[in-house]
């Protein structure tokens, strides 16, 4: 298959991530295309070089790491998905009916072109790029994973958001009949999640796809979802049907449901507890290791993002705005 599908096909099965080692080889070819000017004819793929370690420009920018990937089977079978169930397992088995094609996406608020436009359209034009993040959830596990997608500013910006747009708002689809976890009230549906403006436009925040050089599962948010590496993974939205630039900080789900425990913010930060449980440390869930006895390694600030992002919070109490 192209890689560039797996910017736009919904995925039905299932690929080992050896599979995924040699498609990385292709996303490097794609993203030489353009300057070789023969963008459009993918079609062989290239013979396989070496496993590439990561360049030392991807892994500073926070792009890349060389820390152990985890492995396809637990990315796509271990999953928030409440849509779908609120049991890790759920997703995996309740959302492989979910209809991801035709999937339109409505942009509107503050901005100069607002529209209702189909996966396609919201992705003309850009090219696919893989990043290997890892992604830390609330609940103290982790994982590192290999998305393809393309940067979440470069798809906002075609909207023209006006000076007045201060946040952005994101919705997932909530639709009671292909999602049986919506016909129970375990939070206020639809899904919701937002970023302050420049959290958006960060080159770290990401529009996913796929993973692992293959489209999106549904269970991990499929067609598209959003990737914030350095933020607890709740506000990393999935299946996202609307995207609104707003002037006031929208409601989001799980600071609505319990605000003592899920801030807006939410970035990852070791030295403030989640209430009912210490942040200092994160279960590894990556490689072969069984995700039930998954490294316990030590959380750190902003997931490691701090070089990246930390500026956007300068001034900030960390400790009060979480
Ligand atoms: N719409 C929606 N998006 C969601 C969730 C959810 O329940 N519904 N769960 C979040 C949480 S808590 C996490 S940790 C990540 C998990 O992403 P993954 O299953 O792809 O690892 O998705 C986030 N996005
Ligand atoms: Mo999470």
């Given at each position: 298959m192209d890689l560039r599908d797996a910017l736009r096909i919904p995925a039905a099965d299932v690929t080992p991530e050896d599979v995924w080692k040699q498609r990385r080889r292709l996303v490097a070819g794609l993203a030489a295309l353009p300057a070789l000017g023969i963008?459009?004819?993918?079609?062989a793929e290239p013979p396989l070089p070496p496993a590439p370690t990561p360049a030392p420009a991807q892994v500073q920018d926070g792009f890349s790491t060389d820390e152990e990937p985890t492995r396809w089977e637990d990315a796509t079978s271990y999953n928030n998905f409440y849509e779908f169930g609120s049991g890790k397992s759920d997703p995996s088995r309740a959302a492989r009916t979910l209809r991801t094609h035709p999937w339109q996406v409505e942009v509107g608020g503050e901005c100069g072109r607002p529209g209702v436009v189909d996966l396609d359209g919201l992705l003309e034009g850009l090219l696919p790029e893989e990043r290997i993040y890892r992604l830390r959830c609330v609940e103290g596990w982790s994982m590192v994973i290999p998305w393809l997608g393309v940067p979440l500013a470069s798809v906002l910006r075609r909207f023209e958001p006006t000076s007045r747009a201060r946040y952005v708002a994101f919705t997932t689809l909530a639709d009671p009949e292909q999602m049986p976890?919506?016909?129970?009230?375990?939070?206020?549906?639809?899904y919701r999640e937002g970023l302050r403006i420049d959290e958006a436009m960060h080159p770290l925040a990401f529009l996913a796809t796929g993973i692992y050089g293959r489209p999106l599962p549904q269970q991990n948010g499929a067609p598209v979802r959003l990737v914030v590496p350095w933020k607890y993974g709740f506000k990393s939205i999935k299946s996202i049907v609307e995207i609104r630039f707003t002037e006031k900080m929208p409601p989001t789900s799980w600071n609505q449901l319990q605000p003592r425990e899920y801030g807006?913010?939410?970035?990852?930060?070791?030295?403030?507890?989640?209430p009912r449980w210490s942040q200092a440390t994160e279960r590894r869930i990556a490689g072969t290791t069984s995700r039930l006895v998954a490294n316990r390694i030590e959380t750190r600030l902003f997931n490691g993002y701090a070089d990246q992002v930390a500026s956007m919070y300068s001034g900030m109490d960390l400790a009060r705005w979480y």
């Open positions: 963008a459009g004819c993918a079609e976890g919506v016909r129970q009230r375990t939070i206020r549906w639809p807006f913010f939410a970035n990852v930060n070791p030295r403030v507890d989640h």
